[in-house]
């Protein structure tokens, strides 16, 4: 007995479902209007979030290379940016510190890194790359600073100070060299005539940067050609512990002259604190996606349920038709609860399916790797079929209460 009752519901749900799709492809005009509408409505959802997906396996990567035992020293919020002469003062300080003491932690670096210009072309031999480059100055310690590894050639060395030689990106050595190392060539970029001597190997791109598309110069080099020579500078410290960001502090004051009694105006960041500073913004451009895609799918319901409202008006004799023989009102009422579901389903795939395309595009942008966020595509079709069943309640409530008399004489 229960066996016959579940294939007669079976049934009856394949025959709602067939008289769905029977009505949709009838009205193809309406229903590829409102799938679109969903479809908007989902893709925007999706797709934001595909693109900060993306984004977020690349500053992963990247401060996953900066390493946690990394120190970020940067001015406060109030106070003058930190410059090139105190950052160069600040690192002597500390390896004069722990040379002196005869003791140096493991990992311990410093590296001064100075933008020089965020946007330029790279030109040698007649090719050049797209404006995408960014030039900055650094010492020997930017290698270690973002645990980068050369391919071919040297690192920067404490004599080519002043010296207009440079490192490049992995992505400019294969634009302008092709195979080639690109080791003791010459290149032009941003007014200067640089000797090629350190090629990068592939990191992967971050934002559309990254070591990949950066040129990197000796500090005397990067002031004498910055575009904004008294502009902030950075310094990132390695070898980590609580004695090193009080030398850190200490080297700063001295550097900075700092008042004695004023409260230090730098801050000592470490990787784990931006990464954690990275993820709340993450999850709030999450949150920011979410009330752009609900708000889309609230105009995707409207238009849903006018349309809806629509085919009910324009239906009324076949409504009519249908109880005469014999249709209930429960029929009439799951026929057009189907055509809102099979609406908000096909929407919602296509949605989906071009939220996913435009999200990863940003991918191929970055020469970043793809990324699918299955949990927010779940979101996305959990929130298009309970907008598509609101949508269809009144509608299918108007059509299943009209009585076959007087839909008839409609």
């Keep these: 007995m229960l066996t016959f009752a ?19 492809r009838s009205n193809r005009l309406r229903t590829i209007l409102t799938l679109s509408l969903i479809a908007v409505g989902i893709s925007s959802l999706v ?4 693109a900060l997906a993306v984004m977020d396996n690349g500053l992963r990567s990247s401060f996953g290379r900066l390493g946690g035992g990394s120190l970020q020293v940067v001015a406060c919020d109030d ?4 410059t090139v002469p105190q950052a160069m003062s600040i690192a002597a300080g500390l390896r004069d510190r722990y040379g002196s ?33 960014t030039v900055t100055g650094s010492d020997e310690g930017w290698t270690a600073s973002h645990q980068a590894t050369l391919s071919a050639g040297r690192d920067l060395l404490p004599l080519d100070a002043g010296r207009e030689v440079c490192i490049i990106g992995d992505h400019i050595r294969r634009r302008l060299f092709g195979d080639a190392s690109g080791i003791g060539e010459e290149i032009s970029v941003a007014g200067m005539r640089l000797r090629v001597i350190g090629t990068l190997e592939r990191h992967g791109s971050i934002l559309g940067g990254g070591p990949d598309r950066m040129v990197v110069v000796p500090l005397g080099t990067a ?13 990132t410290v390695g070898g980590g512990g609580e004695s090193l960001r009080e030398g850190i502090l200490a080297a700063g004051r001295i550097a900075r002259r700092t008042p004695a009694g004023a409260g230090d105006d730098l801050q000592v960041l470490e990787g784990e604190s931006l990464q954690r500073m990275l993820e709340e913004l993450r999850r709030k451009l999450s949150l920011a996606a979410l009330v752009i895609g609900l708000i889309t ?27 005469a023989l014999g249709a209930r009102s429960r029929d009439i009422r799951l026929q057009f609860l189907g055509e809102t579901v099979c609406l908000g389903a096909l929407g919602g795939l296509a949605g989906i399916i071009l939220g996913l395309i435009l999200g990863n595009a940003v991918a ?4 970043g790797s793809a990324a699918i966020p299955w949990g927010w595509i779940a979101a996305a079709l959990l929130i298009c079929l309970a907008v ?12 299943s209460r009209l009585t076959p008399i007087t839909a008839l004489r409609e």
């Design 6 to 24: 579940q294939n007669v519901g079976g049934m009856r749900m394949r025959e709602y479902l067939s008289t769905a799709l029977d009505s949709l």
């Design 47 to 50: 797709g934001i979030e595909t």
């Design 79 to 82: 106070a003058p940016p930190l």
């Design 101 to 133: 003491e005869g003791f140096i932690p493991d990992g311990f670096f410093t590296c001064v890194e100075m933008p020089v210009t965020p946007v330029a072309v790279v030109s040698a031999g007649g090719r050049s790359t797209d404006p995408v480059i």
């Design 223 to 235: 002031l004498r050609f910055a575009q904004t020579p008294v502009a902030g500078c950075s310094l």
């Design 297 to 323: 799918m609230l105009g995707s319901a409207t238009g849903l349920t006018n349309m809806m409202l629509v085919s009910v008006r324009e239906r009324t004799r076949e409504i009519g038709l249908r109880k």
């Design 364 to 367: 191929l942008i970055m020469d």
């Design 388 to 399: 598509s069943l609101a949508s269809g309640l009144l509608p299918a409530r108007r059509a």
